[in-house]
């Protein structure tokens, strides 16, 4: 144990000071569930849903944001899956890329985890870790690491602390880190999780934000997915020009460099449109094959262009019209 390891070992053993909560010490972004671009609540089927978190839901689970969390631990909210009907459950997970994982090779690290259960029939809920030596894909990470901890799932009937320690395989490329249960469960189960982090050492330090503050949470989980949303009826997203009477090439300008250019479906929501100056236009949008990492070009399509005029993408007379970006794991 390194000398920093034991004074903090002893500091809290002996109720003096404790580790300081600092930016860049937990290598999870968004471990508190601060940042929610694609919305908080309604989450039905296995995706992205609060920013890095991939939740997979099984028979009738609903994901959403919670305000309940753990008394003396520095967040607002906690994710939480409940059930409505039987055979239902639901996983948290979340990926880290390559640039994070190649240099904690052959490191103990320290994951932990708060979490809280209501209803729940019977089984348990695993802390584990899981590892790629060959991408830093989440689908890819199907190697355990080390022991699971396991906790039965009816005893954190209040809020409860896991914790697992492990060491970074020494050809990890990728690492996803989960809470899943080990049964099915039936209707009316509540799962609740919030301030995981993933440090350094054997001892598990107070939780922190990777990013520090809001803004730098914020930055971190743009590097991964972007999403612009309208802030009035007729809000401008990007820029372009026709090339034909049917479609615009046009760019949306990032606001953090991505981890690599935007791949996929674009994530677009209904009442689109573009606007040259005197006339609106419904359009319907989607990724272009010229991204980069810090401009995503779109291609927007209608009838009526004027071609080479340049045209405006904006929100057709709504305040929850979006375009999202996804570079995620």
Same mark, same amino acid.
């Given at each position: 144990?390194?000398?920093?390891?034991? @004074?903090?070992?002893?500091?809290?053993?002996?109720?003096?000071?404790?580790?300081? +909560?600092? $930016?860049?010490?937990?290598?999870?972004?968004?471990?508190? +569930?601060?940042? =929610?671009? &694609?919305?908080?609540?309604? +989450?039905?089927?296995?995706?992205?849903?609060?920013?890095?978190? #991939?939740?997979?839901? $099984?028979?009738?689970?609903?994901?959403?944001?919670?305000?309940?969390?753990?008394?003396? !631990?520095?967040?607002?909210?906690?994710?939480?899956?409940?059930?409505?009907? /039987?055979?239902? +459950?639901? *996983?948290?997970? !979340?990926?880290?890329?390559?640039?994070?994982?190649?240099?904690?090779?052959?490191?103990?690290?320290?994951?932990? %985890?708060?979490?809280?259960?209501?209803? #729940?029939?019977?089984?348990?809920?695993?802390?584990?870790?899981?590892?790629?030596?060959?991408?830093?894909? &989440?689908?890819?990470?199907?190697? @355990? !690491?080390? /022991?699971?901890?396991?906790?039965?799932?009816?005893?954190?009937?209040? =809020?409860?602390?896991?914790?697992?320690?492990?060491?970074?395989? /020494?050809?990890?490329?990728? %690492?996803?880190?989960?809470? %899943?249960?080990?049964?099915?469960?039936?209707?009316?189960? @509540?799962?609740?999780?919030?301030?995981?982090?993933?440090?350094?050492? /054997?001892?598990?330090?107070?939780?922190?934000?990777?990013?520090?503050?809001?803004?730098?949470?914020? $930055?971190?989980?743009? &590097?991964?997915? #972007?999403?612009?949303?309208? *802030?009035?009826?007729?809000?401008?997203?990007?820029?372009?020009?026709?090339?034909?009477?049917?479609?615009?090439?046009?760019?949306?300008?990032?606001?953090?460099?991505?981890?690599?250019?935007?791949?996929?479906?674009?994530?677009?929501?209904?009442?689109?449109?573009?606007?040259?100056?005197?006339?609106?236009?419904?359009?319907?949008?989607?990724?272009?094959?010229?991204?980069?990492?810090?401009?995503?070009?779109?291609?927007?399509?209608?009838?009526?262009?004027?071609? =080479?005029?340049? #045209?405006?993408?904006?929100?057709?007379?709504?305040?929850?019209?979006?375009?999202?970006?996804?570079?995620?794991?």
């Amino acid at each position: 144990m390194s000398r920093a390891q034991l @004074t903090s070992t002893v500091e809290q053993n002996t109720g003096g000071a404790v580790a300081p +909560f600092v $930016a860049g010490k937990n290598f999870i972004a968004n471990g508190g +569930f601060d940042i =929610w671009q &694609r919305g908080t609540s309604g +989450f039905t089927t296995s995706g992205y849903m609060a920013d890095n978190w #991939y939740s997979v839901t $099984a028979g009738t689970t609903t994901f959403s944001q919670d305000t309940d969390v753990p008394s003396g !631990v520095p967040v607002q909210y906690s994710m939480k899956w409940v059930t409505s009907a /039987s055979s239902s +459950f639901g *996983q948290y997970i !979340v990926s880290l890329e390559q640039a994070v994982v190649k240099p904690l090779r052959g490191q103990t690290l320290t994951l932990s %985890i708060w979490l809280k259960t209501a209803s #729940y029939g019977s089984g348990n809920l695993i802390l584990r870790a899981n590892y790629s030596n060959s991408s830093d894909a &989440r689908t890819n990470q199907t190697t @355990t !690491v080390g /022991s699971d901890t396991i906790i039965t799932g009816t005893t954190p009937t209040s =809020w409860t602390k896991l914790t697992k320690t492990f060491t970074m395989p /020494s050809d990890a490329v990728g %690492i996803s880190l989960l809470l %899943i249960p080990d049964t099915a469960q039936g209707s009316g189960v @509540t799962v609740k999780a919030t301030a995981m982090q993933l440090e350094l050492g /054997s001892v598990p330090t107070p939780f922190s934000r990777a990013g520090g503050t809001l803004q730098g949470e914020l $930055a971190l989980c743009q &590097r991964y997915y #972007y999403r612009q949303t309208a *802030q009035t009826a007729y809000s401008l997203f990007g820029s372009g020009i026709a090339y034909s009477t049917t479609a615009i090439n046009g760019y949306v300008k990032f606001p953090v460099t991505m981890r690599t250019a935007p791949y996929g479906a674009l994530d677009t929501s209904s009442n689109l449109g573009v606007y040259d100056g005197a006339n609106l236009i419904s359009a319907t949008f989607a990724l272009n094959t010229l991204n980069t990492l810090d401009i995503g070009s779109v291609v927007a399509t209608s009838s009526g262009l004027t071609q =080479w005029r340049p #045209y405006h993408f904006i929100s057709n007379n709504s305040t929850s019209s979006y375009i999202g970006f996804s570079a995620e794991l």
